[in-house]
């Protein structure tokens, strides 16, 4: 019987999966994947990161050629660019590309060194095919759920839950679940969600909670400190120390809900309040337009696309950083970047869902509750904006504090450990058939 240090050398090789991770220095999409991909290859493991050609959201193809694979490196981390198609929509185009991407990667996938392990960040049903890939090269499987789909189409509404769709959908969802080696969920809540459906063993179901993990999202706080100080913006309604500024950065779409702000700052016009919102989305020029028809002066809408080394000095010059989303948003609890983001600038945070496990108030940075009513918002603010300077302080000070349990050195610990835990089960298995 081998040691388990000799066991650790034979797995050599992790493929990240992940559509939608592009690079830092294009994007800065998916921190998670490419975080995680930097840590395993520090560790001395091959590392090669699979995602699309085509950035999300940005309009830009980092691939050039029409090949359907292309190989590069960025922050000294392998990717291979898949070409999948343009899917820079919400709409039955992005969900084509995510059936693309799956299908061409388990078609081409002796082109690539086999993987030891496969860490997928899934996007069910439309990448169904990757378990099969996992399953063709003898690979174990882990599931990153970063987002719960579909179940977060139904919970905006946008889709029925007895739907047929959906139903398939979410059967596929279990499937899922239940033929990985372990799943990770950046969500508190979610085995929770696995058994409100009746899906773990233990009601007769298929999966078995004891692989289900959970890992949120976070944050390189060494990276956010040095870039704060480092990566500066010359604004003056940044500097103005004569407003209470609230900062919004992010999607501008039905999810983040963003009128109920921006109603809300009406009512706070003649309070020294201003909303600076970052970010771009399908209804961007609907509020920009709203705004002006409404003469609502302290709302200021900023950059559409903000280079992610500048995000942490904005975030630091807010007095109060934004989580704004649509009433039903987080059900399961939150792994949202730009809450870890928020936490890490050091100032207090507002979100208007009241989700449950929430880690805005478990550590006392802010307020989180459901508010729906502009006027219910604006009280809000208010409360904060009020705050003597010692208590708005101290808020400000655990804010920090807690950005240090998500730092990334930290989570990335963690995942190794759900990694080794199958890839250690699938060794001895091996090297059992193999005596």
């Known amino acids: 019987m081998l040691g388990s240090n000799n066991l650790m050398m034979k797995k050599k090789t992790i493929w990240f999966i992940n559509k939608d991770a592009a690079p830092i220095e294009f994007y800065g999409t ?13 560790e001395g493991y091959n590392v090669k990161l699979f995602c699309s050609s085509y950035v999300h959201n940005r309009n830009l ?74 399953k ?27 739907n047929p769709c959906v139903k398939i959908a979410y059967c596929l969802e279990r499937y899922i679940y239940s033929k990985a080696d372990n799943v990770v969920f950046s969500m508190p809540g979610a085995v929770n969600y696995v058994r409100e459906n009746g899906w773990d063993s233990d009601q007769g179901g298929t999966i078995d909670l004891n692989k289900l993990h959970y890992i949120n999202n976070g944050i390189d706080l060494s990276e956010f400190n040095v870039n704060m100080q480092r990566y500066k913006i010359e604004d003056f ?17 039905l999810a983040n809900n963003l009128k109920l702000l ?63 989303y649509s009433t039903n948003f987080g059900k399961y609890g939150g ?12 100032k207090p945070l507002c979100c208007n869902v009241g ?20 006027q219910d918002y604006a009280a809000a603010i208010l409360s904060l904006k009020n705050l003597p300077s010692d208590e708005y302080q101290t808020i400000c000070n655990k804010a920090k504090k807690a950005a240090e ?25 091996h090297e059992t058939r193999s005596n």
Request: with cysteine; proline share 4%; hydrophobic share 40%.
């Open 335 to 346: 792994s949202m970047n730009k809450m870890f983001l928020g936490l890490a600038s050091g």
């Open 262 to 324: 921006i109603d809300s700052a009406k009512i706070l016009q003649n309070n020294s309040v201003q909303v600076l919102i970052y970010g771009d989305g399908e209804d961007r020029a609907f509020l920009e337009h709203y705004c002006e028809e409404q003469q609502i002066t302290n709302v200021k809408f900023k950059a559409k696309w903000t280079s992610p080394e500048y995000v942490p000095y904005i975030l630091s010059k807010a007095d109060v950083n934004a989580l704004n």
């Open 61 to 134: 193809c980092l691939s050039d050629s029409n090949k359907t694979f292309e190989e590069k490196t960025y922050d000294n981390i392998p990717f291979v660019l898949v070409n999948a198609g343009c899917g820079s929509t919400n709409g039955i185009r992005r969900i084509i590309s995510y059936f693309r991407f799956a299908v061409k990667l388990f078609i081409h996938r002796k082109q690539f060194e086999k993987p030891d392990v496969i860490i997928h960040t899934s996007r069910i049903p439309f990448d169904i095919p990757i378990y099969q890939l996992a």
């Open 405 to 429: 349990k998500y730092d990334y050195a930290k989570l990335c610990v963690k995942f190794k450990d759900v990694c080794n835990s199958v890839s250690y089960t699938h060794l001895r298995a």
């Open 237 to 253: 309604d940044l500097a103005n120390d004569k407003t209470f500024n609230i900062i919004y950065l992010g999607s501008i779409r």
């Open 355 to 374: 989700m449950p496990y929430s880690i805005i108030l478990e550590e006392g940075v802010g307020i989180d509750c459901k508010l729906t009513d502009p």
């Open 30 to 42: 998916h921190l998670r994947t490419i975080k995680l991909a930097q840590y395993f290859q520090s």
């Open 136 to 162: 063709k090269v003898k690979a174990k499987y882990i599931v990153d759920v970063t987002d719960l789909w579909p179940d977060s189409f139904v919970s905006l509404g946008l889709l029925g839950k007895n």
